[in-house]
């Protein structure tokens, strides 16, 4: 007996029987999936690192990961984890309004050089006084940022906090909390000042960025320099233009609904326009570290961005790339497929880390749910054979087992895995196969 993965396609036909989990295999997924965010909880007062003190916030805060992995509150993480199921209304509340409440009210510039404009979502939030650091790399408020980690605030965070908002209010079957005010903004000012930090060009809709005002368009690869047109952080704005129209729609709104549609819209027209090479892959950018992106491309078939012809095509070339071992190991996901590295010395164009290490080339689960719903459009048994690898690579270092075993990883480096207990190689998959 198999669950079902709601959206599969085979050879371009719907198929109620497309299905890549064994019922076992999705229980331990399940169960596996329930321990790591309770394991990633941190509690009023509660103490997780010698480095900090203990969360005074005021409420549940939940971390990328348990054991030692960064001890605080990343918005991106949790954001990712919400449709897992295993967040409370009460802790998503918590969240949501420290959020908001750690947006920037008045644009500033760090004693490291970086603009944090108005409107901007922390990238992590200390857990032992609160303060929003926008910047990657440092839990330093002051001096954040710098050229290393970017000039502008990542462009992925304004869009999480949208889609927090729009699944709390999925979940509580209100949006009178978006009239609310937090020190004297409403929630709904708030997302749209949020929705509107991220750079474009001055026509455009695509995320956009330059050397000089870059910023990391995507946490999960904040040692990568991209430059350009941005797909991710634009297919993240896509999302977030269909939320914000669904919230606008039930305040009655109907102008503010229509404009976010609009907008979704364009992305959808343009980033295939924009990024898709000949073989089915979207480039991460058209800038630096312009390269076929295996995150973007099965990101963008998970949204619907990619669609019909389009999907088929990239599935069999995915398909493809996975049978002759250029995209996974042992269930785990390459930014870059290993014949698309920019040289023998690295895998993306410019990378603050060595080749097959972290971001440049190591292998990531988090991906796997929509690289497995991509290969499930014309190869079912491919897709099945990865997400059966990706769980009995759980399964081998299961971390329950004690502190020698520490599955699931962040990523596996050519040498090493790194991070144990992290949360999104775990929820973000189990997302994917539990729809």
Same mark, same amino acid.
């Given at each position: 007996?198999?669950l079902?993965l ?5 050879n371009g ?8 989990l ?14 790591v965010?309770?394991?990633s ?14 969360n005074?916030?005021?409420?549940t ?8 992995c960064y ?10 984890s919400l ?6 209304l ?6 949501l ?5 750690r947006?920037c009210n008045?644009t500033?510039?760090?004693d490291a050089g ?16 609160g ?13 954040q ?5 970017g000039?502008f605030p990542p462009?992925?965070?304004q869009?999480f906090?949208?889609h927090?908002a ?11 909390f978006?009239?609310? *005010? @937090?020190?004297g903004?409403?929630?709904i #000012? &708030?997302?749209? +000042?949020a929705?509107k930090?991220p750079? =474009?060009?001055q ?6 960025t ?5 910023g990391?368009?995507?946490?999960f ?9 941005l797909?991710l952080?634009?297919?993240?704005k ?16 109907t ?12 992305i959808k027209k *343009? @980033? ?5 090479? #000949? &073989?089915g892959? +979207?480039?991460?950018s058209?800038?630096? =570290? ?8 099965a ?10 012809s389009?999907?088929?095509k990239?599935s ?6 996975y ?10 996901i390459r930014h870059i497929l290993?014949s698309?590295?920019?040289?023998d010395?690295t ?5 603050l880390?060595?080749?097959n290490?972290?971001?440049n ?7 796997t749910?929509?690289?497995c719903?991509v ?25 329950r087992k004690?502190p020698?075993?520490?599955?699931p ?8 895995p ?7 190689t ?10």
């Amino acid at each position: 007996m198999c669950l079902f993965l709601s959206g599969s396609f085979v050879n371009g036909q719907s198929n109620i029987d497309s299905t890549l989990l064994s019922v076992a295999d999705f229980g331990f997924l399940k169960e596996m999936t329930e321990a790591v965010v309770a394991a990633s909880r941190i509690l009023p007062e509660q103490k997780v690192s010698s480095k900090f003190g203990g969360n005074h916030t005021a409420g549940t805060l939940i971390r990328p990961g348990g054991r030692d992995c960064y001890p605080s509150f990343w918005i991106r993480d949790y954001a990712m984890s919400l449709e897992s199921g295993f967040i409370t209304l009460e802790e998503q509340e918590h969240m949501l309004r420290l959020t908001a409440s750690r947006q920037c009210n008045q644009t500033w510039i760090s004693d490291a050089g970086s603009m944090v404009p108005q409107g901007s979502i922390a990238d992590h939030i200390r857990i032992d006084d609160g303060k929003p650091v926008y910047f990657p790399g440092t839990y330093d408020y002051k001096g954040q940022g710098g050229r290393k980690w970017g000039m502008f605030p990542p462009y992925c965070d304004q869009y999480f906090f949208v889609h927090m908002a729009w699944f709390y209010a999925k979940q509580i079957a209100s949006v009178e909390f978006l009239k609310e *005010e @937090i020190a004297g903004i409403k929630m709904i #000012e &708030r997302l749209e +000042l949020a929705f509107k930090v991220p750079p =474009s060009r001055q026509d455009g809709v695509l995320v956009s960025t330059t050397d000089d005002f870059r910023g990391v368009d995507f946490g999960f690869r904040d040692v990568i320099t991209l430059t350009g047109d941005l797909c991710l952080p634009s297919l993240l704005k896509y999302r977030a233009s269909f939320e914000m129209a669904e919230l606008f729609e039930k305040l009655s709104r109907t102008d503010k609904t229509q404009s976010y549609r609009d907008i979704a819209i364009r992305i959808k027209k *343009e @980033i295939p326009e924009r990024f898709l090479d #000949e &073989r089915g892959m +979207l480039l991460a950018s058209t800038g630096k =570290s312009k390269q076929a992106d295996v995150w973007s491309t099965a990101l963008a078939v998970y949204f619907g961005v990619l669609s019909g012809s389009q999907q088929i095509k990239t599935s069999k070339f995915l398909v493809e790339a996975y049978k002759k071992g250029m995209l996974a190991q042992r269930g785990n996901i390459r930014h870059i497929l290993t014949s698309d590295d920019f040289s023998d010395s690295t895998a993306w164009e410019k990378s603050l880390v060595g080749k097959n290490s972290y971001q440049n080339g190591a292998l990531w689960g988090t991906a796997t749910g929509w690289v497995c719903q991509v290969l499930a459009i014309t190869d079912l048994a491919a897709a099945r054979r990865l997400a059966q690898e990706y769980v009995e690579d759980l399964r081998a270092g299961d971390f329950r087992k004690g502190p020698k075993f520490g599955a699931p990883w962040e990523c596996y480096n050519a040498d090493a895995p790194q991070n144990a207990v992290y949360m999104t190689t775990v929820t973000s998959p189990y997302i994917v196969f539990k729809k």
